[in-house]
């Protein structure tokens, strides 16, 4: 190889890579850009902002049922705005051809607690500008707090670190936790016997359990993966997977609700196992997260509040809290084993009786409760 040609190779492979550095420091993920008002400008020079939004505020609080006003004006005195569209939670709601450029977006589209976003795209001579804020959406409703009547108690293995119930044909269906001891498990309610038990792989965590049809769906902790059983042989006939945490597990009708130990809730069609929706849980004053355990009752989703002594009620359509119901007196932290890890969890329903069980993580006994004021 000539001295010419080496130098000549050397130079070109210099150039080349100060030409990658260079056009990927300039790269759109590398942009420090924050701003939710943005714009693409139609022509070289103009101003890339033309409009601003009066209303609402980022953050701004509502509740359920209340309109929320939507409110631009021209950026001092900037490009005229020719036209408006107005989205609310990622769906198009309306479009404004003339001034004012003012819209309420109707109670019936904010129908679901949570955060929303509120997005306006406005055009000016071929200008684009879009804004984007967030708001809150709590309950209408302050929830009522209720508590219990003591109807019956079962035995429960201490050794289950509870973390899904159902109840079933006269039988109770418990999915346990912990590396190297997470189980499905058969269980005689009357005395607490466990009849059949599959172990998962000592890597795996379990946790919440449901029936759907004449299967039953288990999910894991961090794993991003769960399992579907033949109910009557506790035989593994496919896996599922999902993009977080799996914490409590029902199913309500036609799909499969999942938590993940914060307040959204995700409702999975069950087949393919894909969300079809997911509600943000919120009562008037808060997010409510920490769910774990559900268990779906009479039109609502019951939700374990992880650490807490509390469930949940929670409306599935809106995502608010009805009520809660108080268990702290049911067993009380001085019998408990002072861990931490001992709280309440497991609910389950017997549909033909309207029965409801509750019990918690290693927890000698399993309650049968009326909900009472």
């Known amino acids: 190889m000539s001295k010419d040609f080496l130098r000549y190779f050397l ?21 420090s850009e924050k701003s939710s008002d943005r714009s693409v400008p139609g022509n ?17 609080e509502f509740k359920l049922k209340e309109r929320i006003k939507v409110e631009l004006a021209s950026e001092n005195g900037k490009k005229p705005v020719d036209s408006l569209k107005i989205y609310f939670d990622g769906s198009h709601v309306a479009d404004l051809k003339s001034a004012p450029w003012e819209y309420s977006i109707p109670s019936e589209i904010t129908g ?7 997005k306006t795209v406005a055009y000016s001579k071929g200008n684009i500008q879009t804004i984007t804020r967030f708001v809150i959406i709590y309950s209408d409703v302050a929830p009522e707090t209720y508590y219990y009547k003591l109807i019956h108690t079962y035995p429960h293995d201490t050794e289950a670190f509870t973390q899904g119930l159902f109840y079933d044909n006269g039988k109770l269906y418990e999915g346990t936790g912990q590396e190297a001891g997470s189980s499905l498990r058969e269980v005689e309610l009357e005395t607490g016997k466990v009849l059949r038990q599959h172990n998962l792989e000592s890597s795996l965590f379990g946790e919440g359990i449901t029936l759907y049809k004449n299967r039953i769906y288990q999910v894991t902790w961090r794993s991003k993966v769960g399992f579907i059983y033949e109910k009557a042989t506790f035989s593994v006939v496919n896996r599922i997977y999902y993009q977080t945490e799996g914490w409590g597990l029902t199913t309500a009708g036609d799909r499969i609700v999942m938590s993940d130990g914060t307040n959204v809730l995700y409702f999975f069609e069950p087949e393919m196992f894909t969300v ?23 039109g609502e989703i019951w939700a374990n509040i992880w650490q807490t002594d509390l469930i949940a009620r929670i409306d599935p359509v809106s995502g608010k809290v009805n009520s809660y119901i108080d268990l702290s007196a049911i067993f009380p ?3 408990r084993g002072g861990t931490g890890a001992d709280v309440l969890n497991g ?9 409801i069980f509750v019990t918690g993580k290693r927890w000698p006994k399993l309650y049968e ?5």
């Not at 679901?112 to 509120?118: A, E, P, Y």
């Not at 943000?280 to 997260?289: I, S």
Request: charged letters at 25%; one cysteine or more.
């Open 347 to 355: 609910i389950a329903f017997d549909q033909e009786s309207g029965r």
């Open 11 to 31: 130079l070109t492979t210099i150039m080349l890579q100060l030409t990658w550095v260079i056009s990927c420091s300039n790269s759109p993920g590398r942009s």
């Open 369 to 373: 409760i009326k909900v009472t004021k």
């Open 44 to 60: 070289a020079g103009e101003s890339q902002v033309f409009v601003k939004m009066l209303s609402p505020a980022e953050d701004s």
């Open 112 to 118: 679901m607690t949570g955060r929303k976003s509120v």
């Open 333 to 335: 932290q001085s019998k």
């Open 276 to 298: 079809s929706s997911r509600i943000e849980v919120y009562d008037n004053e808060k997010k409510v997260d920490q769910l774990n355990e559900l268990e779906y009752i009479n």
